[in-house]
């Protein structure tokens, strides 16, 4: 199945001001908090991914860049 806004399993949005840190949402949890509706929301792009890990190594690759240490053991 497809995915879009409203089904996606995770959201990301990438600052370039901290580049190595990608955040990310988890679908339902995005929804939840309005992240459709509202404002701040507008900036988080769905993404298709198997984790939260994943989501984020995916945006990094995305857009070239490196992950923080921190993120090493990240599922």
Do not use: C
Not at 20 to 44: A, C, I, Y
Not at 53 to 65: E, F, M, V, Y
């Amino acid at each position: 199945m497809p995915f879009n806004r409203e089904n996606a399993p995770f959201f990301v949005w990438w600052r370039e001001h901290v580049p190595n840190s990608p955040m990310v949402k988890e679908g339902n949890f995005f929804r939840e908090q309005g992240g459709l509706t509202s404002d701040w929301g507008k900036h988080w792009e769905p993404i298709q991914a198997s984790s939260i890990g994943d989501a984020r190594r995916k945006i990094a690759k995305h857009h070239g860049i490196s992950l923080s240490p921190i993120y090493a053991g990240e599922i």
